[in-house]
């Protein structure tokens, strides 16, 4: 699908989806990914406070983009470790379309640093690293990259993974915020994240390192574009994908591909917490059982309880996948 210059784009938002598209006047190809109801129920679940559901919100939408490029059905993984207040964030993005995320923090430096007004992605989450992995199934080699996390955010972060991983001059803007739905008794706040990342692929291969693409002008150009982009044109549901883009792209010419449907899902499962326990030695397994005799177990990312009886593990049984106290 192209937008032409002279057409107008109508439609509102697009929640839970992740569009693909090209400039080719720019020699440019990106996605721009938005995430609704998936993220609003992946905060909702952990009550994380509003700065910490900022920083996983970006995370997830980071996750999206990168790992919605996959063309194969594997794992995609983003994982920080850092001395911040925000000490560890995990975003699994199961291609094609499924996604969770956890974070683990300390409220106390949480609540200092707040104080202090260190709200900045960078400031939370301060030194340590960033890793993303490619896991593509046990018959193939697992493939990571780690960068740097130097009291920035992750957009820099992201930018920094791709001069020295990919070496393809890419540009990433994210952004988070809450929209008020509903009136009276039924008013409430829900959680909206967007991302978009455009990436510079011309036909010349000498012309694709970093260095020699920022004194392209159609690199140049398209940077610009997209630093013009505001974070609530990222994430106002009334704002389509395709709107935002005709704006940005309209004098050059935009394609749009078919759009991909994402959503929320753990892959937690009874069957796989029974053969993790499995692996326990027995004093370890004995360790597990509760006053009441059985065994619970929480999942973190999406925070479904299961019980289970010791027996199951010593008899090799268990009940059906999703059977949750």
């Known amino acids: 699908m192209s937008v032409a210059p002279d057409i107008e784009i109508a439609g509102e938002g697009d929640d ?23 993220i609003d129920l992946i905060l909702s679940r952990h009550d994380y406070p509003p700065a910490v559901s900022r920083v996983v919100g970006e995370a997830a939408a980071l996750t999206t983009l990168l790992g919605s490029a996959l063309k194969f059905e594997g794992q995609f993984q983003l994982q920080t470790r850092s001395d911040g207040p925000i000490e560890m964030i995990v975003v699994d993005f199961d291609a094609p379309d499924k996604l ?6 300390d409220a106390e430096r949480l609540n200092a640093a707040l104080e202090n007004g260190d709200v900045t992605t960078g400031a939370l989450l301060g030194n340590g690293h960033l ?3 490619v896991d593509q199934g046990a018959d193939m080699t697992r493939y990571q990259g780690i960068v740097a996390l130097e009291g920035e955010g992750l ?21 988070v915020g809450e929209e008020t739905l509903g009136s009276g008794d039924t008013r409430r706040n829900t959680y909206r994240a967007g991302g978009l990342m455009i990436q510079f692929l011309p036909q010349a291969a000498d012309v694709a390192s970093a260095s020699v693409a920022d004194e392209d002008d159609r690199w140049r150009e398209a940077r610009l574009l997209v630093d013009t982009v505001e974070d609530h044109e990222l994430i106002d549901s009334t704002v389509s994908s395709q709107r935002l883009l ?3 792209f309209h004098e050059r010419g935009v394609r749009v591909y078919d759009p991909q449907a994402v959503h929320e899902a753990c892959r937690c ?9 499995k692996t326990f030695g027995d004093d370890d397994r004995q360790h597990m059982v509760g006053d009441d005799g059985r065994i619970t177990v929480t999942c973190e990312f999406c925070s479904r309880v299961y019980d289970i ?17």
């Not at 080719?24 to 721009?32: A, K």
């Not at 969770?100 to 923090?105: G, L, N, W």
């Not at 957009?155 to 952004?175: C, D, G, K, M």
């Not at 499962?269 to 326990?277: L, Y």
């Open 246 to 248: 005709f704006r940005l």
């Open 131 to 133: 890793g993303l992995t």
């Open 16 to 38: 839970d989806t992740v569009l693909p598209f090209a400039v080719e006047g720019l020699d440019v190809r990106g996605r721009i990914v938005r995430l609704g109801p998936s």
């Open 309 to 325: 009886d010791p027996a199951e593990i010593e008899s090799g049984g268990g009940k059906p996948e999703g059977d949750a106290a």
């Open 155 to 175: 957009e820099e972060a992201a930018h920094a993974y791709f001069r020295q991983s990919e070496q393809i001059p890419t540009r990433v803007r994210l952004a």
């Open 100 to 105: 969770r995320a956890v974070a683990r923090f």
């Open 269 to 277: 499962s009874r069957e796989r917490i029974v053969a993790t326990i």
